[in-house]
């Protein structure tokens, strides 16, 4: 059963107990990620992320990491647009100290101005990495044609050029603005002790309570249609649609109507252009929802002489479900996915954790099990079709990597129907 708390700062926190395992999950999710950086500053969020790991006033990084390993527990970190997570898995007899650490990262860190040049190179190396991976960079490409100027569109990481000029005090302002109480959220999932609230109390007490709320921008759809030269053995293609926030009410027949177009093995896009045509070995689409939009992302590896007959065929899968759907095959398979999924997620407390916590920032409440049962079996054909419908009558945006810079023939500056 997930509970809920607020601590006396202003942190909420969401703890779902689960006494038949032996493991705790913990998380600090911050609502803070890209979308929240000037221009001049992107990279921000993900740098700050790096600094909680490099030291605090009682703990060197290599303190850190052996403590955790000392208690045979996992520690790591993410960023997203939206938000950033620091979480750890440990036995249950050690989420005390596990929460310890945490609480020592993100009160005390030092931010000293050594490890801070160290880590800067560090994150330098990794945009690199990620600029030499094809199939990873090609998605930060279409996030710039699909948003434009806006902030949704920069990457995650940063670049070279704002990277390289982010500065101590940059990094401190920005913990000041975001890292507050009421935007925090601590999530704990697997088998807690009755003291947990009483820790979190001791431990969580020197933030600053309340945030200034600023607004977001919405973003506006760019549908900007871009080409990158580059020496790769295969061209890189991704087509990016309008989606939906994620607390639309609509957002299950979107993700039916994903699963069957690119979403699983049995998917069409994957049974038609790798296992029938032989085009590509990875093909694939996926939703990314954000607080206010969203984006419906379809991606191949080809061969540069069978771009064409790719970027083709999946024109005419997306003018297939427009027209006429999904089979009540496909419907009925797309359900028993979604719930086998749902139900697989909750035998694992990281699972747990992460959703709970997730729900809990952005849309500050959980739906019951059964609730969520319901509404994809309510799913009918016709709402799936009036969803492929709404998606594929928009304009998308087009990224490409290959060796010639050079778009798809078909490529057209309107709607694909």
């Known amino acids: 059963m997930i509970q809920k708390h607020t601590l006396n700062n202003g942190i909420r926190v969401v703890t779902e107990h ?48 052996e403590s955790f390993d000392r208690i045979g527990g996992h520690v790591n970190a993410f960023t997203s647009k939206e938000y950033t997570c620091f979480y750890a898995k440990v036995l249950d007899q050690h989420t005390e100290k596990a929460l310890s650490i945490l609480a020592d990262m993100i ?55 704002t990277v390289s000029r982010l500065s101590r005090d940059t990094l401190l302002q920005y913990r000041q603005r975001f890292y507050t109480g009421d935007n925090l959220v601590i999530s704990l999932a697997g088998n807690q002790t009755e003291e947990i609230m009483e820790i979190l109390e001791n431990l969580f007490t020197d933030l600053p309570y309340q945030r200034v709320e600023e607004p977001l921008q ?60 032989g085009l590509a070995y990875s093909v694939f689409s996926y939703h990314a929802p954000f607080l206010d939009s969203g984006m419906m992302t379809i991606y191949a590896g080809t061969g540069i002489e069978q771009l064409d007959e790719t970027f083709e065929a999946m024109l005419a899968a997306f003018r297939e479900l427009a027209e006429h759907g999904l089979t009540e095959k496909e419907l009925n398979n797309g359900k028993e996915q979604l719930k086998g999924n749902l139900m697989l997620g909750l ?71």
């Open 18 to 65: 689960i006494p038949t395992v032996r493991s705790m999950t913990v998380g600090i999710w911050v609502g803070a990620g890209s979308r929240y950086e000037a221009a001049p500053d992107n990279g921000v969020s993900h740098f700050l992320e790096h600094m909680f790991f490099k030291g605090t006033q009682k703990r060197s990084a290599a303190d850190i990491a």
């Open 107 to 161: 009160f005390h860190s030092r931010f000293d101005e050594d490890e801070m040049e160290k880590e800067r190179q560090v994150i330098l190396e990794e945009i690199k990495m990620v600029e030499d991976t094809p199939d990873d960079i090609i998605h930060d490409y279409l996030d710039e044609a699909f948003f434009g100027n806006h902030s949704l569109g920069r990457p995650i990481l940063g670049t070279e050029d």
């Open 218 to 277: 919405l973003p506006e759809y760019n549908a900007g249609k871009s080409a990158v030269c580059k020496e790769t053995e295969q061209a890189h293609l991704c087509l990016g649609f309008p989606g939906l926030e994620m607390n639309h009410d609509s957002m299950y027949s979107l993700t039916l109507l994903n699963n069957a177009l690119g979403g699983s093995m049995s998917s069409r896009l994957f049974q038609d252009l790798r296992e029938d045509r």
């Open 347 to 417: 035998e694992s407390t990281s699972s747990r954790m992460s959703r709970n916590g997730k729900n809990e920032l952005l849309l500050g409440r959980h739906r019951p099990l059964d609730e969520i049962v319901e509404r994809i079996e309510a799913v009918k054909r016709e709402d799936v079709c009036r969803m492929a419908e709404y998606i594929f009558r928009s304009d998308y945006s087009l990224s490409l990597i290959n060796r010639d810079g050079i778009l798809p023939k078909a490529v057209r500056q309107e709607s694909i129907l």
